[in-house]
């Protein structure tokens, strides 16, 4: 009995211990299938964020590829034309460390530009235009010296709004409005406002510095368009926007910008393709695209219609750039373009044609264009290059006095038959700028502009033989030396000097001074005159 009754504790006691450890067992079994099922779940929910996050991965990765694809570039607003170019200013990007006033992709920028200079022959300063003194060898330069203010002398004073907004998945709407204007009279640039100035006028003290220019007072004389850009696909914009030849002299000229000590900035005509007026284009539509390094452009100017000097234009361009080196090439054709000059001496107004904001003589052509630009960075040294050809025949559909010209301006006299054969001007140029440090550059530049006689009346021809200069229908030569140092000290502000020698001889040279009593009578033999220009200043931009 003894050993049965600790046999049956035992026993009892065995199973209550397996049972109670079965229960216990059942429970932990329990509870890790909960865990491992939220574990579970857990994981999957891991997994879908990641498969979420590198699909987000992804497409960020593709629109920085695609914005690294577009090469932004800093502008620096040095004059108004390079702040335009070369992809426009409203779509370029800018750095992130920038200080640019700016509200909602919408931002004001600007430059002032002001000094002083003395110009060996110079007529006395003009106020309305961007470019107020004679600072190359000029027709009504032999007034004597010029020693005063200096505006705009190594950029153009401008202000200007620009916006980019992303309307779409990398589709962006862009505008660029820009207004160039003379900080000494705090007036709009409006060079054929000096052209009318001086109507009537002889070459002496009585005629005050002008010149032809495509800013004709206008409230946005330099930049008024708008459209759409895409990393991928292009920017089209439409309105009032620079020429390719202009786009390609600003982006290959040594020193961009310049009125005082570049001839193909002052001159105008290179960059409008054979007349200033047409360096920026009214009632243009232009395309860009880039396709790797290779860049492609089309720009067309529509004709205001009747007997308007807002011709038919049609330029396209093709560059790239490789390993530091860039190169563009344009061409275009430009009808009915407009030179505008004073009414001879003595000659009125046209009564019979409205006066609009002032009559002017117009003279006529249709102009073929061949530019070709270059440029290499190696280091702190930048070489620029350049050629030009135009080609002036008188034009298929001439013009009738009172033809409406840019900025209001009538054309009171008009001249249809100036080219009595093709005049062919062609200029080539070359520089370099070397960074003495960052902040520190001096820049050297030559300039070259040569025609061919383009008489056909005997007479002129003989002269033309004979005298060399006879004519302005006569071949001629312009040369030109400049030098320019510039100092940025501050972020925003620079001090900067330079100075221009230019010569013209020949066909160049008819009618220019010979001596500093304002002469203009004809040189016997070949007609020569020259000019320099030093002057300082400083620029503040923003």
Same mark, same amino acid.
């Given at each position: 009995?003894?050993?049965?009754?600790?046999?049956?504790?035992?026993?009892?006691?065995?199973?209550?211990?397996?049972?109670?450890?079965?229960?216990?067992?059942?429970?932990?079994?329990?509870?890790?299938?909960?865990?491992?099922?939220?574990?579970?779940?857990?994981?999957?929910?891991?997994?879908?964020?990641?498969?979420?996050?590198?699909?987000?991965?992804?497409?960020?990765?593709?629109?920085?590829?695609?914005?690294?694809?577009?090469?932004?570039?800093?502008?620096?607003?040095?004059?108004?034309?390079?702040?335009?170019?070369?992809?426009?200013?409203?779509?370029?990007?800018?750095?992130?460390?920038?200080?640019?006033?700016?509200?909602?992709?919408?931002?004001?920028?600007?430059?002032?530009?002001?000094?002083?200079?003395?110009?060996?022959?110079?007529?006395?300063?003009?106020?309305?235009?961007?470019?107020?003194?004679?600072?190359?060898?000029?027709?009504?330069?032999?007034?004597?010296?010029?020693?005063?203010?200096?505006?705009?002398?190594?950029?153009?004073?401008?202000?200007?709004?620009?916006?980019?907004?992303?309307?779409?998945?990398?589709?962006?709407?862009?505008?660029?409005?820009?207004?160039?204007?003379?900080?000494?009279?705090?007036?709009?640039?409006?060079?054929?406002?000096?052209?009318?100035?001086?109507?009537?006028?002889?070459?002496?003290?009585?005629?005050?510095?002008?010149?032809?220019?495509?800013?004709?007072?206008?409230?946005?004389?330099?930049?008024?368009?708008?459209?759409?850009?895409?990393?991928?696909?292009?920017?089209?914009?439409?309105?009032?926007?620079?020429?390719?030849?202009?786009?390609?002299?600003?982006?290959?000229?040594?020193?961009?910008?310049?009125?005082?000590?570049?001839?193909?900035?002052?001159?105008?005509?290179?960059?409008?393709?054979?007349?200033?007026?047409?360096?920026?284009?009214?009632?243009?539509?232009?395309?860009?695209?880039?396709?790797?390094?290779?860049?492609?452009?089309?720009?067309?100017?529509?004709?205001?219609?009747?007997?308007?000097?807002?011709?038919?234009?049609?330029?396209?361009?093709?560059?790239?750039?490789?390993?530091?080196?860039?190169?563009?090439?344009?061409?275009?054709?430009?009808?009915?373009?407009?030179?505008?000059?004073?009414?001879?001496?003595?000659?009125?107004?046209?009564?019979?044609?409205?006066?609009?904001?002032?009559?002017?003589?117009?003279?006529?052509?249709?102009?073929?264009?061949?530019?070709?630009?270059?440029?290499?960075?190696?280091?702190?040294?930048?070489?620029?290059?350049?050629?030009?050809?135009?080609?002036?025949?008188?034009?298929?559909?001439?013009?009738?006095?009172?033809?409406?010209?840019?900025?209001?301006?009538?054309?009171?006299?008009?001249?249809?038959?100036?080219?009595?054969?093709?005049?062919?001007?062609?200029?080539?140029?070359?520089?370099?700028?070397?960074?003495?440090?960052?902040?520190?550059?001096?820049?050297?530049?030559?300039?070259?502009?040569?025609? %061919?006689? @383009?008489?056909?009346?005997? !007479?002129? #021809?003989?002269?033309? *033989? =004979?005298?060399?200069?006879? &004519? +302005?229908?006569?071949?001629?030569?312009?040369?030109?030396?400049?030098?320019?140092?510039?100092?940025?000290?501050?972020?925003?502000?620079?001090?900067?000097?330079?100075?221009?020698?230019?010569?013209?001889?020949?066909?160049?040279? %008819?009618? @220019?001074?010979?001596?500093? !009593?304002? #002469?203009?009578?004809? *040189? =016997?033999?070949?007609?020569? &005159? +020259?000019?320099?220009?030093?002057?300082?200043?400083?620029?503040?931009?923003?």
């Amino acid at each position: 009995r003894r050993t049965l009754v600790p046999r049956l504790f035992w026993g009892t006691y065995v199973k209550r211990t397996f049972i109670s450890a079965a229960a216990i067992l059942a429970f932990t079994a329990a509870g890790h299938a909960d865990e491992l099922s939220d574990i579970q779940a857990q994981a999957k929910q891991l997994r879908d964020q990641n498969a979420t996050m590198t699909r987000r991965l992804a497409d960020l990765e593709k629109r920085q590829k695609a914005l690294e694809t577009q090469k932004p570039v800093l502008i620096n607003p040095v004059d108004a034309m390079a702040a335009d170019l070369p992809y426009k200013a409203a779509v370029k990007a800018r750095p992130p460390e920038n200080d640019d006033i700016c509200i909602k992709g919408i931002c004001v920028y600007g430059n002032f530009d002001m000094g002083a200079t003395y110009i060996q022959h110079s007529a006395p300063f003009a106020g309305s235009t961007a470019g107020p003194l004679d600072v190359l060898v000029s027709r009504n330069g032999g007034m004597g010296s010029y020693f005063g203010v200096g505006a705009n002398q190594i950029s153009t004073s401008f202000i200007g709004l620009r916006g980019k907004q992303e309307i779409g998945d990398n589709l962006y709407a862009v505008f660029n409005l820009q207004t160039l204007f003379n900080p000494a009279s705090g007036m709009n640039a409006n060079g054929t406002a000096t052209i009318a100035q001086n109507n009537g006028l002889p070459f002496n003290n009585l005629q005050n510095s002008y010149g032809d220019s495509s800013k004709g007072g206008q409230m946005f004389n330099n930049a008024a368009y708008f459209g759409l850009s895409s990393p991928t696909y292009g920017t089209f914009t439409m309105g009032r926007q620079s020429a390719l030849t202009s786009d390609l002299v600003v982006n290959y000229d040594p020193l961009s910008g310049s009125n005082s000590w570049s001839v193909i900035t002052f001159q105008g005509a290179n960059g409008g393709g054979g007349d200033t007026e047409n360096r920026i284009y009214d009632n243009s539509y232009e395309y860009r695209v880039n396709v790797g390094p290779v860049r492609f452009a089309a720009e067309v100017q529509a004709k205001n219609g009747g007997n308007s000097g807002t011709g038919n234009a049609f330029e396209g361009n093709v560059g790239f750039d490789y390993m530091g080196f860039s190169l563009d090439v344009v061409g275009g054709k430009i009808f009915d373009a407009v030179g505008s000059s004073p009414l001879g001496l003595g000659v009125g107004v046209n009564p019979a044609v409205a006066m609009g904001n002032g009559q002017l003589t117009a003279t006529v052509s249709d102009d073929t264009v061949f530019s070709v630009g270059a440029r290499y960075t190696i280091g702190p040294w930048k070489l620029f290059g350049g050629y030009e050809h135009i080609n002036y025949s008188n034009p298929n559909n001439p013009l009738l006095p009172g033809a409406f010209l840019q900025g209001g301006f009538i054309a009171g006299a008009v001249n249809n038959l100036a080219f009595p054969s093709d005049k062919i001007l062609q200029t080539a140029w070359f520089g370099v700028r070397y960074s003495i440090t960052p902040a520190l550059d001096i820049t050297g530049a030559y300039y070259h502009e040569w025609d %061919n006689t @383009f008489a056909t009346a005997p !007479a002129t #021809l003989a002269g033309c *033989a =004979v005298l060399g200069s006879s &004519s +302005s229908q006569c071949a001629g030569t312009l040369d030109a030396v400049s030098a320019v140092i510039d100092w940025r000290f501050a972020r925003h502000v620079d001090v900067y000097a330079g100075v221009m020698w230019s010569q013209v001889t020949g066909g160049l040279a %008819n009618n @220019f001074f010979v001596n500093n !009593a304002g #002469l203009t009578t004809q *040189a =016997v033999g070949s007609n020569r &005159s +020259s000019n320099f220009d030093p002057g300082v200043g400083l620029r503040y931009q923003f």
